[in-house]
């Protein structure tokens, strides 16, 4: 049998190697190695081919809201794939599968926000939320409107627009990024803020800086060439980090007063993850546009949408000519009805309430107990299912280790290899389970951690 199984494992490694090529990834140095197969999922838990159990403590990509194995969210895709597995909604059609979504959507949303249009990924959910601030502008008669702002750190995908509104800069040079018509400005990161030469300003003071930066940018540009904002109310994959209360307040205001439109990642921090439905609820942001994708389906279906603000629907809506965008599978019926039941179960399970009430605030405080001296760790950060352990050299100061991300990937492995996923980025730790996590799982989750911290502190000779 475990003959058997290191045969398949081995099988499928050397076909993979042949034949697949993975996103972000080095295939020479993935192939040398090869590549971890899982083969099932359950609640939290993933199996990979040769049997062993893994805790998924990062919900696949921050996206499997309702943990794995959902036999509703099964049965839903079922019932479609036999009704009606395919039609689209050119030509003046649509079907109740997507009709039913989108008004289901329209009532979880943030106050307004009473239409969306569909696509198949958070990226195409951006570039399709860039192109209708574009035609916005034009409608408006300011077709000088037309940079996009964004910030160091955001992730926001990999389309052209999408990777050029992104700000980790190592995604730009392979593709001769970003399009001109982009720009930056810093990330509320107070973890960070000592280095990028901040001084030793409080959070909120921080929170406060940054936000003015923001419009220190915008009068550079000139407001009148300003089309939009683009940020996720929490950056994920760049680190996850958490604005001070100070920063979003002041970043609406100053958007209200260029006329900026502001445009909310919420691909990440949506459905249910920061204790509200949507993050903009946590952080009291008013967004013209929203982009969500990843929990809007739990990751079971390939899904996304963009919904629109009272501002941009009334003009997108009664523009009177043909809006020409669109994709072949926007609103799928199989994907949309997968994400009509994963929206009925969050709701059935009380899920969002769960993470603001129960499990969020569990772990957070178990992390907290559990790394708030540790001599490695800088900083436990985190609001509902979202959580970072910063890794540092020196416990008490705000300072990296000179050699980025080596610290965490050594931690990340030990993870892997006593059964936890766990990402690093730099050399922060993250966590987002899924919103099912049980009280018991998420003690595995910082045990596992803990254990795989406390390993490579030793490693490093820091216990
Ligand atoms: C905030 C945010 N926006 C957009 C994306 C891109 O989504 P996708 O990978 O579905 O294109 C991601 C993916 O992680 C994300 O975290």
Same mark, same amino acid.
């Given at each position: 049998?475990?003959?058997?199984?290191?045969?398949?494992t081995?099988?499928?490694q050397?076909?993979?190697?042949?034949?697949?090529?993975?996103?972000?990834?080095?295939?020479?140095?993935?192939?040398?190695?090869?590549?971890?197969?899982?083969?099932?999922?359950?609640?939290?838990?993933?199996?990979?081919?040769?049997?062993?159990?893994?805790?998924?403590?990062?919900?696949?990509?921050w996206?499997?809201?309702?943990?794995?194995?959902?036999?509703?969210l099964?049965?839903?895709?079922?019932?479609?794939?036999?009704?009606?597995?395919?039609?689209?909604?050119?030509?003046?059609?649509?079907?109740?599968?997507?009709i039913?979504?989108?008004?289901?959507?329209?009532?979880?949303?943030?106050?307004?926000?009473?239409?969306?249009?569909?696509?198949?990924?958070?990226?195409?959910?951006?570039?399709?939320?860039l192109?209708?601030?574009?035609?916005?502008?034009?409608?408006?008669?300011?077709?000088?409107?037309?940079?996009?702002?964004?910030?160091?750190?955001a992730?926001?995908?990999?389309?052209?627009?999408?990777?050029?509104?992104?700000?980790?800069?190592?995604?730009?040079?392979?593709?001769?990024?970003?399009?001109?018509?982009?720009?930056?400005?810093p990330?509320?990161?107070?973890?960070?803020?000592?280095?990028?030469?901040?001084?030793?300003?409080?959070?909120?003071?921080?929170?406060?800086? =940054? *936000?003015?930066?923001?419009?220190?940018? &915008?009068?550079? @540009? $000139?407001?009148?060439?300003?089309?939009?904002? #683009?940020?996720? %109310?929490?950056?994920?994959?760049?680190?996850l980090?958490?604005?001070?209360?100070?920063?979003?307040?002041?970043?609406?205001?100053?958007?209200?007063?260029?006329?900026v439109?502001?445009?909310?990642?919420?691909?990440?921090?949506?459905?249910?993850?920061?204790?509200?439905?949507?993050?903009?609820?946590?952080?009291a942001?008013?967004?013209?546009?929203?982009s969500?994708?990843?929990?809007?389906?739990?990751?079971?279906?390939?899904?996304?949408?963009?919904?629109?603000?009272?501002?941009?629907?009334?003009t997108?809506?009664?523009?009177?000519?043909?809006?020409?965008?669109?994709?072949?599978?926007?609103?799928?019926?199989?994907?949309?009805? =997968? *994400?009509?039941?994963?929206?009925?179960? &969050?709701?059935? @399970? $009380?899920?969002?309430?769960?993470?603001?009430? #129960?499990?969020? %605030?569990?772990?957070?405080?178990?992390?907290?107990?559990?790394?708030?001296?540790?001599?490695?760790?800088?900083?436990?950060?985190?609001?509902?299912?979202?959580?970072?352990?910063?890794?540092?050299?020196?416990?008490?100061?705000?300072?990296?280790?000179?050699?980025?991300?080596?610290?965490?990937?050594?931690c990340?492995?030990?993870?892997?290899?006593?059964?936890?996923?766990?990402?690093a980025?730099?050399?922060?730790?993250?966590?987002?389970?899924?919103?099912?996590?049980?009280?018991s799982?998420?003690?595995?989750?910082?045990?596992k951690?803990?254990?795989?911290?406390?390993?490579?502190?030793?490693?490093?000779?820091?216990?």
């Open positions: 049998m475990v003959a058997e199984t290191h045969n398949l081995k099988h499928w050397a076909l993979d190697a042949a034949h697949h090529v993975h996103p972000f990834t080095d295939t020479a140095a993935l192939n040398a190695e090869g590549v971890r197969v899982i083969t099932k999922a359950d609640g939290v838990y993933l199996w990979d081919s040769n049997g062993n159990k893994i805790i998924d403590g990062m919900s696949g990509l996206c499997v809201q309702v943990g794995y194995g959902n036999s509703e099964a049965e839903a895709g079922c019932e479609a794939l036999s009704v009606l597995p395919y039609y689209n909604h050119f030509f003046k059609t649509s079907n109740p599968y997507t039913e979504l989108a008004a289901k959507l329209a009532t979880l949303l943030p106050d307004g926000h009473t239409h969306v249009l569909f696509a198949n990924s958070g990226s195409e959910a951006n570039d399709t939320a192109k209708l601030i574009r035609y916005y502008w034009n409608l408006k008669g300011r077709p000088e409107k037309k940079i996009h702002l964004s910030r160091e750190l992730y926001h995908g990999v389309t052209f627009a999408a990777a050029s509104l992104s700000g980790l800069t190592p995604m730009h040079p392979q593709w001769d990024l970003p399009l001109p018509g982009f720009a930056k400005v990330a509320p990161y107070w973890f960070g803020a000592e280095a990028a030469g901040y001084g030793d300003a409080t959070p909120e003071e921080f929170g406060l800086l =940054v *936000a003015h930066k923001l419009e220190d940018k &915008i009068l550079e @540009l $000139g407001p009148d060439n300003v089309a939009s904002f #683009s940020a996720e %109310p929490v950056q994920g994959a760049g680190g980090i958490f604005p001070p209360h100070s920063y979003w307040p002041e970043v609406q205001r100053i958007c209200a007063k260029y006329d439109l502001l445009h909310a990642d919420e691909v990440i921090t949506g459905f249910g993850r920061t204790g509200e439905w949507f993050g903009c609820q946590t952080y942001i008013e967004p013209d546009i929203i969500m994708a990843k929990g809007l389906s739990s990751g079971y279906q390939p899904i996304s949408a963009v919904s629109l603000g009272p501002r941009m629907a009334d997108l809506l009664n523009a009177n000519e043909e809006m020409v965008h669109g994709y072949t599978y926007s609103g799928h019926p199989v994907a949309c009805a =997968v *994400a009509l039941r994963n929206l009925e179960v &969050i709701e059935r @399970l $009380g899920l969002v309430a769960r993470v603001k009430n #129960s499990i969020g %605030p569990y772990l957070q405080q178990r992390l907290r107990e559990a790394f708030q001296e540790h001599a490695l760790v800088g900083e436990v950060r985190g609001e509902g299912l979202l959580a970072a352990i910063e890794l540092v050299p020196h416990k008490g100061v705000r300072e990296f280790f000179p050699e980025v991300g080596q610290v965490g990937t050594h990340r492995n030990y993870c892997f290899s006593s059964g936890l996923i766990s990402r980025i730099r050399d922060t730790m993250v966590l987002a389970p899924p919103l099912t996590a049980t009280e799982e998420v003690e595995e989750i910082v045990m951690l803990k254990s795989a911290i406390d390993r490579t502190a030793h490693d490093f000779g820091r216990i």
